[in-house]
């Protein structure tokens, strides 16, 4: 029901803020485009899918490998190339109908990407879009390398909404995920995949240190047994992973009545350690996996058109 009330009869994103079609232009600073300097449809109104993870490398790597899956071709002499490159803020690759999107670490850093990335969907007049975290966590009581659909985001007090303040007071926003979208992402495990991939509660944290109760950051004023005490409190109400952008992400997408999916990797059990130890190469490898399930659910539809 709510998504009539926020999207177009034909899908197309629709802002719940009367002031855009007011202005004259709508400057997307921290992309480096515009509405009045860019032909906004031109360059994305064929996107069908938004990918969002926290580093400018990962989304450059996820780039390159959307485009070997769904065999997009560049124009000839062309290479990609970081269409935000200049905001010195988040790194943008669009591969054919798939926006690939850095978008730092946090709240505050995925807030603000995500308004600007929903007014771009708005002026480029996108239909249906979804969108995709690959993201990195920390598991409770799941081992490094699994793979961890959410099923529902809470925030690091366990309530499913994002609270933000404006003007002053305290808005709460569902952190709705779409479940088909769930349950389809897990229908695309193989039985034969080499690692796990779960479905559960992610908890989202505005620190990496103290918020998600490590013993290993410049200051800690708990035991080893409260933290694991704590670890088994969250473990009991459901939450198989912790990392720092969900709630904004689902809420936000909700909001504007786009589907979205979180997919992470988890880079250790937080019930053996604080610190991520596992090589280098290991964890490339790992990060690969989030990017795997949701290529999958990419080319289906592809190919399903
Ligand atoms: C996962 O990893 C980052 C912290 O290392 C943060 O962006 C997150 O959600
Ligand atoms: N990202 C997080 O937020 N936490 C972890 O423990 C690992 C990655």
Redesign the pocket.
């Known amino acids: 029901m709510v998504e009539c009330l926020v999207r177009y009869r034909d899908g197309s994103v629709r802002l719940r803020n009367p002031n855009i079609e007011l202005m004259d232009q709508d400057i997307l600073y921290h992309l480096a485009l515009g509405s009045g300097s860019h032909d906004l449809v031109e360059m994305f109104g064929d996107i069908k899918f938004v990918c969002m993870g926290g580093t400018p490398k990962r989304m450059e790597q996820f780039a390159n490998y959307i485009m070997a899956e769904i065999g997009h071709k560049l124009p000839a002499g062309t290479t990609l190339l970081d269409i935000s490159q200049y905001s010195y803020r988040y790194s943008m690759y669009k591969v054919g109908p798939v926006l690939c999107v850095s978008h730092g670490m946090g709240i505050p850093s995925v807030g603000i990407l995500l308004h600007e990335i929903i007014k771009l969907m708005y002026h480029a007049k996108v239909k249906d879009p979804v969108f995709f975290r690959i ?4 598991g409770i009581g799941v081992e490094g390398g699994t793979v961890v659909i959410t099923e529902e985001a809470v925030d690091d007090m366990l309530n499913p909404y994002y609270e933000q303040h404006v003007l002053g007071q305290k808005v709460h926003r569902p952190t709705t995920l779409d479940r088909q979208l769930v349950r389809e992402l897990k229908a695309l495990v193989y039985s034969d995949d080499p690692y796990d991939t779960i479905l559960g509660k992610t908890m989202c ?1 505005s620190d ?1 240190y103290e918020g ?1 109760g490590r013993l290993d950051g410049a200051f800690c004023e708990f035991s080893e047994a409260e933290k694991n005490e704590y670890l088994a409190k969250l473990q009991e109400a459901g939450v198989v992973n ?3 952008e969900c709630t904004a992400f689902a809420a936000l997408t909700h909001h504007a009545g786009i589907k979205a999916g979180v997919v992470c990797v ?3 059990d ?1 019930f053996k350690g ?1 610190q ?1 130890c596992a090589p280098k190469e290991v964890l490339n490898e790992w990060q690969m996996r989030p990017q795997e399930l949701v290529s999958r659910y990419i080319k289906r539809y592809l190919q399903r058109k």
Do not use: S
């Open positions: 993201g990195t966590c920390g944290t990496f998600q912790i990392e720092m988890a880079l250790l937080r604080d991520v």
